[in-house]
């Protein structure tokens, strides 16, 4: 198995999770941070051609942004090698008339993460509506951690603003996808419902009592989950 991280992630968010702890985990956001082009242009497309050339693997996972990332990897040359897929809190794509203002909101956020103390950035970041559900983060965030110019480009040249709506690729995919999400996050549990829609492979597991870090917050459920897609 391939895991991919969110945004303000790391590789090693997997391995408190007993089910991934031995799994292939992918840092891409230095992959990112190498592909030509500028701040603003979208990378997603290339990115996951880029990964699909350097990762193992036939069975991938990703979460939030890895999700979107994981999505394109198997839409992309290479992307039939994937066996199964697994995409936990990921929307496969905004519609038009939203973009706009989320690409704003965007690069705001990529200007507060290139520059503003850090504790309060992510504090901000922590406090969004999307993660409300979930308590406190699981998961202690350091800036030694992290390249700041790394997140900012995360932020611009991943947003899902840019990247095109994928519904009508997904619908055409042969490799199988569960999608899973928290029942308490709301907006991603609908898109994980609409999702499984789109085609006969798919199918939808929605976790209760959890928000949209549900691999974290929710960790037995979660890893009775994959256990039973392994089966």
């Known amino acids: 198995m391939t895991c991919l991280h969110g945004f303000l992630g790391l590789p090693s968010d997997w391995d408190v999770i007993p089910c991934t ?30 990964l699909n050339a350097q990762v193992p693997g036939d069975v991938l996972l990703g979460y939030s942004m890895g ?7 198997l839409l992309a040359k290479g992307g ?3 066996r199964n897929a697994i995409i936990v809190s990921a929307s496969p794509g905004l519609p038009p008339a939203s973009r706009i203002e ?5 690069r ?3 200007e507060q993460f290139r520059h503003d103390p850090w504790v309060e950035v992510t504090k901000l970041w922590n406090e969004q509506s999307v993660f409300a559900t979930d308590g406190p983060s699981p998961l202690a965030r350091n800036e030694a951690d992290f390249r700041r110019d790394h997140l900012a480009l995360a932020l611009t040249r991943g947003s899902v603003a840019g990247q095109e709506d994928l519904r009508e690729a997904l619908a055409c995919l042969q490799t199988p996808i569960c999608w899973i999400a928290g029942e308490r996050d709301t ?10 829609t789109l085609n006969p492979r798919f199918r939808c ?8 870090r549900a691999p974290w917050t929710a960790l037995r459920n979660f890893c009775a989950m994959l256990e039973g ?3």
């Open 80 to 82: 039939a090698r994937w």
């Open 67 to 73: 999700g979107r990332i994981a999505m394109h990897m």
């Open 187 to 196: 907006k991603y549990a609908a898109a994980a419902r609409e999702c499984v």
């Open 108 to 110: 705001t956020w990529a």
């Open 102 to 106: 989320r690409l704003a909101l965007d």
């Open 205 to 212: 597991e929605i976790l209760r009592d959890t928000g949209h």
């Open 21 to 50: 702890a031995e799994a292939h985990k992918v840092d891409w956001m230095p992959v990112l941070a190498g592909l030509p082009g500028g701040p603003d242009d979208p990378a997603l497309p290339a990115l996951a051609e880029a």
């Open 229 to 231: 897609l392994a089966n």
